[in-house]
């Protein structure tokens, strides 16, 4: 019930085309979900959270699509660009983030020209 | 305004011997949380601190492993006996209670 799936795995966009990173999770207590982008060899970082009293949020070139009843959210990266190759992670968290995130297990990004 | 520090970088160690992982977190920051990394995978929660307590340690195997927040100080995870499957990244993440966690470079320990 803790679990946080992810997919795809990887995937292969061509600059200036969209990316879709899709996550679905069981746990209806779930009340933040962030989205964190990591490149080798650093640590996550946050790219953009929603909470579940709205279905999307904007920020740049970033979106999220929230779908309560379907308990699943996307990340959709429009005008993807080689600087956005890197790895992304789904997360999760009860309490507004005030607890342990729970991970998808990545998404492994690279854009090509 | 420096974010969050892990030391070492990178840490070698000798199956059966102590691995000890430092993370300093952000300025103003009372809450830490430590998460692993295994190769190709994503991050598992281990264990949650604020000062001087431990809040869920739900996350961290039952033996050899231990964390602290002391009072003053950086947090400690310190690993016993380090066997191969410890190889990994280890992340720590501070915050201030609410919303963000920042996630520090990690600490890369490897164990031969």
């Known amino acids: 019930q803790q679990q946080v799936k992810q997919s795809p795995q990887s995937l292969i966009v061509q600059k200036g085309g969209i990316s879709i990173i899709n996550c679905a999770y069981e746990?209806?207590?779930?009340?933040?979900f962030p989205w964190y982008q990591q490149f080798p060899g650093k640590g996550p970082a946050l790219l953009i959270a929603?909470?579940?009293?709205?279905s999307e949020k904007k920020e740049g070139r970033f979106t999220i699509s929230f779908n309560k009843s379907a308990k699943q959210f996307s990340l959709h990266i429009m005008d993807s660009q080689p600087g956005d190759s890197a790895t992304y992670f789904c997360?999760?968290?009860?309490?507004?983030?005030?607890?342990?995130?729970?991970f998808g297990t990545g998404t492994r990004l690279t854009i090509i020209p | 305004n420096a974010g969050v520090m892990q030391n070492p970088r990178h840490l070698v160690r000798r199956r059966g011997q102590e691995a000890r992982l430092r993370c300093s977190p952000m300025?103003?920051?009372?809450?830490v949380y430590w998460y692993r990394q295994l190769p190709e995978e994503g991050l598992k929660f281990m264990v949650y601190?604020?000062?001087?307590?431990?809040?869920?340690e739900s996350g961290m195997p039952k033996e050899r492993f231990s964390a602290e927040f002391p009072k003053e100080g950086p947090s400690i995870l310190r690993i016993q006996q380090v066997v191969r499957g410890d190889s990994a990244a280890y992340f720590c993440?501070?915050?201030?209670?609410?919303?963000?966690?920042?996630f520090g470079p990690g600490t890369r320990l490897t164990v031969l």
């Open positions: 993440a501070s915050s201030l209670g609410v919303g963000e966690q920042f």
């Open positions: 746990n209806t207590a779930f009340d933040y």
């Open positions: 929603i909470r579940p009293d709205v």
């Open positions: 997360a999760a968290s009860i309490n507004r983030g005030n607890e342990k995130l729970t």
């Open positions: 300025k103003g920051h009372s809450h």
């Open positions: 601190l604020q000062k001087e307590n431990i809040i869920d």
